[in-house]
Each structure stands twice: as C-alpha cells, then as structure tokens.
C-alpha cells in the first residue's frame, strides 16, 4: 500500500517510509497484549526523556549552587554548610529516583523544590553587596547568567535581575572611579603649579 504523497514531504522519497508504514499495519493488527506491551514501551520512552530532562537541569544546577554560595560566603563571611546539607538530601533523592526509574512526577516535584532552593539562593544573593572583587574571584557571574535561560520563570526573572544589577552597579564604579581620576590629576596639576623654583618639595 502506497502512502499518499501529501503525508510527506516532497523531498523524501517513498522508501524512507515503506517499513514504518507495514510495520504500523501490522502492529495495529496484532493482540490486544502487544498493543498493551507498546504502551508500556512509550510510557517507558517518556520516562527516559523526563530523566535526561530532570538530569539536564541538575547539571546546571548543581555548579550554579557552589558558585552563589561561595559568592555569599565571601560577601557576608557566614558559611552556608547547613544549607548545602540541606540541599543535597533533596539532591540525593532526585538521584535515586533518576537510577531507580521512579515516578516520573516525583522526580518533577523535587526538581521543583530544588528550583525553590535555587530561588532562595538568588533572593539571598541580590541583597548582599557583591563587590567587584567578589565577582572577580568568585563564579557568581558565570553561574547567574547561565540561569537566565532556566526553566523556572521565576529563577530566571531573579537571574536577570541580579545580572541587571550587578551591571548598574559596577557601570556606577567605573563611572565615579574615572571621576575620582579627573579630580586627582587636577590637584596634581595645582601642586605641580604651585611649586616654588628652588625648593625641594
């Protein structure tokens, strides 16, 4: 039975499409068991895409949590060790679910919490005065950046807020340090010209 051109493209030809065609014909004749087998079988594909999901975001997260905590750490000198605990049990368990191919929904709602973890951070984080020595020793530039494109609305808002801030701010140091400069270079300039000849200054 040849497939109608319309249902491809005009591009391929019709042998890409020969063996998928019988092999849907003949699977749709089969036993009500096999059909059941199937859908197991793309339940079980839809499993695999939420854990390479699930394992994706982790990958993110986890550097983008050790490089906020490092920059608060350095910016208020309190350490976040109990935090971090905290956090990796939820971690811990979003691992165990991915290895032991759990819930598919368990493991969205404790990528969930770590996202609620993760907004934490950035709230703590935009209210400590980052300065640019934190920003230039630290992965904190790096690590919010990245989080502008996350799949939390909300982390991604705070994200771009915090980048947006640190951007103002240090465009204001650069700004006040060039006027600090002007100024200094004139009363350079009065001194030099208020030198008396012959006298060591």
Known sequence: MKAPAAHYSSSASYSEFQIPLFLLISLLRRSQRQH???????????????????????KRLLPAFAAIDAAIEAATGFSRDNIRRERGKLLEMLCDIITDNDSVELAEGLCQLLDEA????????RVVEATPTVLATT??????????????GRVRGLACSII??????????????????????????????LRVPGRRH
């Open 139 to 152: 992965d904190a530039i790096k690590a919010v950046a990245g989080l502008r494109s996350h799949e939390s």
């Open 118 to 125: 993760m907004v934490l951070a950035l709230k703590r984080l």
């Open 164 to 193: 947006g801030g640190w951007t103002t701010s240090i465009n204001c140091d650069i700004s006040t340090g060039r006027a600090i400069l002007v100024k200094l270079s004139k009363m350079q300039k009065a001194h030099k010209a």
């Open 36 to 58: 059941v087998f199937l859908q197991r079988a793309a339940f079980n594909t839809g499993v695999d895409m939420a854990e390479k999901s699930s394992l994706r975001r982790l």
